[in-house]
């Protein structure tokens, strides 16, 4: 018989939300005990997988990391205004190091899939060991565990285009969220399909330095600058002499960017202030900052929308020198999809070996031995194509999983008739003592305070229906599932988000169900949803009052 283990919760996931979330149950007094399991062999998630050149976090630097550890908060350094890939996940490491979490975690480890049992009131899991191109090594093992919670990201699936002959190709194929250890393709000349955040990094990061590079672009993007550089001994005090007021404003802002956002309308100063503010926000930097922090309707109001979009494309006009690449690069459509910044990726086309290819104009035909063929016969040669083509994001990265709740049924079946759904973007309805941390319909928000947010509010959960009873069953309803769903669809279609084809509605894979995946109300009014609920008696969930039965997870409290 296979080998089992007891615990309190099964975290999957060591990224940001399980390091935390596996701190918080540590911390609970009595702990709870835990046991958080990830696939990758190593800790940070979405910072381990994403190595590819420019990886960057493009929220500043103080504000990308935890706020609960106020000493290290203080302490912990960083160099410039942006986080780069190797620092968030040093710093990741070093969160895991000094709190002494290593211990609880299992590495090279993967959930295969969990069953909620209903006599033992708890999840049947069932993990094997990986190796590190993720094959099982060894038998698979069962964890018996009261609350299954999973960390598994927002973005962990790679979605690769359906191209025919992608097999043809001789050259390396690499997508940026699986990106080899070490990889180096400055020598190589390079085909880059995709100009979502992660290509506009790339594309930025690697045009100075290989022999040749080539965009391939669906959907060219609004980009702002980041204003990166480094930071100065003066910020970095100003910044820790306030933090608790940072932290504070930022839990109670709309998208948590560390900035107050602007409660002035577009329309509501004269043409010579609003280009005034607008280039305000392009030397600042930062794309959130350019979309909420100049004014208040950008993202809501057309006519608005279009005075920021227009600015933007007279900046791509007046940097990229020749005419023709830079009428590739103009948009087409309005500014209404994650707002991204950048390091110089306009410039970067001003390189005589950097060009554009607009798929619009000219589809990509076939992938060849030498490169990709495009609609007009000409053949792009290249010794490495990368795939920056994104993700199957969120409900994909739950559907590789078989996570089976009440009746048998499973979440991708929970699933099929809406795309995905939640309460409060952490709970199902029949999925009982199933949390999770960045799942569908949370706050589409900088992630870290939401995602403190949201683990806060789950272990507080926990502890409160232990207080209840030796056997807690959390389980949210079917109609407050319904409602919030209907909540996030409203806030959805009166913002122009819901008017741009991307992964925040599922529109970027083939087959995906369209419908929207975040809750647009801001950080603020999420925090404040949750806090009415707990208010109200844990509003939309079930009142379990059943006795402990024979066979428990044996609790280690
Ligand atoms: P995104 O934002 O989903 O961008 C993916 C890009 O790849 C985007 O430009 C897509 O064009 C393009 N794409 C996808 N499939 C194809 C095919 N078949 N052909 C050509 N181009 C394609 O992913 P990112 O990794 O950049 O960013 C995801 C998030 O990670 C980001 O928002 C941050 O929060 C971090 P499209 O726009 O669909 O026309």
Same mark, same amino acid.
């Given at each position: 018989m296979a080998e089992q283990t007891d615990v309190d919760v099964l975290i999957i996931g060591a990224g940001m939300g399980g390091i935390y979330q596996l701190w918080s149950c540590l911390q609970s007094d009595p702990p709870f005990s835990a046991l958080c399991i990830d696939r990758?062999? /190593?800790?940070?998630g979405t910072w381990y997988w994403n190595r590819y050149p420019g990886a960057m976090s493009d929220t500043e630097s103080y504000i990308y990391r935890f706020s609960w550890d106020k000493e290290d908060l203080l302490n912990y350094p960083w160099k410039e205004h942006y986080v780069k890939q190797p620092e968030v996940l040093g710093y990741l490491e070093h969160v895991v190091e000094r709190h002494g979490l290593a211990k609880w975690m299992q590495l090279g480890t993967e959930l295969l899939g969990a069953e909620w049992d209903d006599r033992l009131g708890g999840w049947r899991c069932e993990i094997v060991r990986v190796d590190e191109d993720g094959n099982p090594v060894g038998e698979p093992r069962t964890v018996r565990a009261r609350f299954l919670i999973t960390?598994? /990201?927002?973005?962990s699936k790679a979605n690769f285009p359906d191209i025919p002959g992608m097999d043809r190709f001789k050259g390396r194929k690499v997508h940026t969220g699986a990106w080899p250890k070490g990889l180096d393709v400055t020598k190589d000349r390079v085909g880059v399909i995709g100009s979502g955040s992660t290509g506009v990094q790339v594309i930025t990061a690697l045009a100075p330095k290989v022999k040749k590079l080539v965009s391939f672009q669906r959907s060219p993007q609004y980009s702002v600058p980041s204003g990166d550089g480094p930071v100065s001994d003066d910020y970095r005090k100003w910044v820790n002499e306030n933090y608790d007021d940072i932290w504070k404003g930022t839990r109670n802002s709309m998208v948590a960017f560390g900035f107050k956002e602007s409660e002035i309308p577009t329309m509501s100063v004269s043409p010579e202030e609003r280009k005034r503010i607008f280039e305000e926000a392009w030397q600042k930097g930062n794309g959130f900052r350019f979309m909420?922090?100049?004014?208040?309707?950008i993202s809501v109001d057309r006519r608005a929308n279009d005075e920021a979009a227009n600015f933007i494309k007279g900046k791509i006009k007046s940097i990229v020198k020749d005419p023709e690449k830079a009428r590739k690069l103009l948009p087409r459509e309005i500014y209404a999809r994650r707002p991204l910044c950048d390091g110089g990726y306009y410039k970067s086309f001003n390189y005589d070996h950097v060009d554009v290819v607009n798929l619009k104009d000219t589809p990509i035909t076939e992938m060849t031995e030498k490169g990709i063929m495009t609609s007009d016969g000409v053949e792009h040669e290249f010794d490495t194509i990368i795939f920056a083509t994104g993700f199957d994001a969120i409900d994909g990265s739950y559907n590789r999983v078989r996570i089976r709740g009440r009746n048998g049924k499973s979440l991708k079946e929970h699933w099929a008739p809406l795309g995905p759904t939640s309460y409060l973007g952490v709970c199902c309805a029949n999925f009982p003592n199933l949390f999770m941390i960045t799942g569908p319909q949370g706050p589409f928000t900088n992630i870290p305070p939401s995602l403190e947010t949201q683990v806060e509010f789950i272990i507080d959960t926990m502890r409160h229906y232990r207080q209840r009873s030796s056997r807690p069953i959390i389980e949210a309803s079917e109609e407050a599932e319904k409602d919030w769903t209907e909540k996030c669809r409203k806030l959805a279609e009166d913002s122009?988000?819901?008017e741009t084809s991307s992964w925040i509605f599922g529109a970027n894979v083939g087959g995906k169900k369209y419908a929207t995946r975040f809750y647009f109300g801001g950080l603020k009014a999420y925090r404040k949803e949750l806090e009415r609920m707990v208010k109200d008696?844990?509003? /939309?969930?079930i009142k379990h009052g059943e006795p402990a039965q024979d066979e428990t997870v044996r609790s280690m409290l």
């Open positions: 990758a062999h /190593g800790v940070g960390a598994l /990201g927002l973005l909420f922090w100049t004014f208040n309707d122009l988000f819901h008696d844990y509003r /939309g969930f």
